[in-house]
């Protein structure tokens, strides 16, 4: 979700004016996720890299995303959408911890929509995580070194029950995957729009899924290996 800062710039307003903004956006694409059956959606809200901004400018971003989980909560739970996390959580000042773990207890039997924050979230060190995790394993003798697959690795990330994405969209013309979920984003198609996130409506949501329908994903394959339908998996 790029973009907030230059959205916000280019007004003459605080850059904290473009991330409340963005909210919005965000409201925008849950519903509309909600409405037309997406099963996961993943937002990412915050990264392990943006602690290093200024400190005016992280008070205000958690000062926000508190807000905005009291806010929510009424809403989840009557639209049936579950809220979940993924990051360094440890790091979240502790009453925005607090609530967002009230937020994902209150919601964690809804069945509907699941909305996943990366907060305080790095790719990199997701994986460092995990291996660390199969290391402690390996030395505890419940695995050996030369039986880890894939499947371990996968199962010992934050995303560990979560589906890989189908479909990733990036804001504000920007080409690069910035740390978020490279293990995950092996197979996943990469959309980019020079739209600020603030910008970002249901029309330009819905071209971008319209683009999404119309590859060929063949995972490796070759176009006459796939089969008449691939299962369509989790869209973020």
């Known amino acids: 979700m790029d973009g907030n800062g230059r959205w916000a710039q280019r007004r003459n307003l605080g850059r904290v004016e473009g991330h409340k903004r963005g909210r919005d956006a965000v409201e925008t694409v849950v519903e509309t996720c909600r409405e037309i059956g997406i099963s996961y959606v993943t937002l990412y809200a915050f990264s392990?890299?943006?602690?290093?901004?200024?400190?005016?400018?992280?008070?205000a971003l958690m000062a926000l995303l508190q807000r905005y989980l009291r806010s929510e909560l009424t809403q989840m739970m009557e639209k049936n959408v579950r809220l979940r996390a993924v990051g360094d959580l440890e790091r979240l000042p502790p009453k925005v911890r607090e609530s967002l773990d009230n937020v994902i207890a209150a919601t964690r039997h809804n069945t509907g929509l699941t909305v996943i924050l990366a907060l305080s979230y790095g790719a990199r060190e997701e994986i460092v995580h995990a291996a660390r995790t199969l290391a402690l394993a390996a030395q505890r003798g419940e695995l050996a070194p030369q039986d880890i697959t894939e499947r371990h690795l996968t199962q010992a990330l934050w995303t560990a029950d979560i589906p890989d994405p189908d479909f990733l969209i990036r804001t504000s013309g920007e080409f690069r995957l910035s740390n978020f979920l490279l293990w995950q984003l092996a197979y996943t198609e990469l959309y980019v729009t020079?739209?600020?996130?603030?910008?970002?409506?249901?029309?330009?949501?819905?071209?971008?899924?319209?683009?999404?329908?119309?590859?060929?994903?063949?995972?490796?394959?070759?176009?006459?290996?796939?089969?008449?339908?691939?299962?369509?998996?989790a869209t973020r």
Not at 206 to 225: D, I, S, V
């Open 48 to 59: 392990t890299e943006n602690w290093q901004r200024p400190s005016t400018e992280v008070r």
């Open 194 to 233: 020079d739209t600020f996130w603030p910008d970002f409506t249901r029309d330009e949501f819905l071209r971008a899924l319209a683009n999404y329908q119309n590859r060929e994903r063949r995972f490796g394959r070759t176009a006459e290996q796939q089969p008449l339908s691939e299962p369509r998996r």
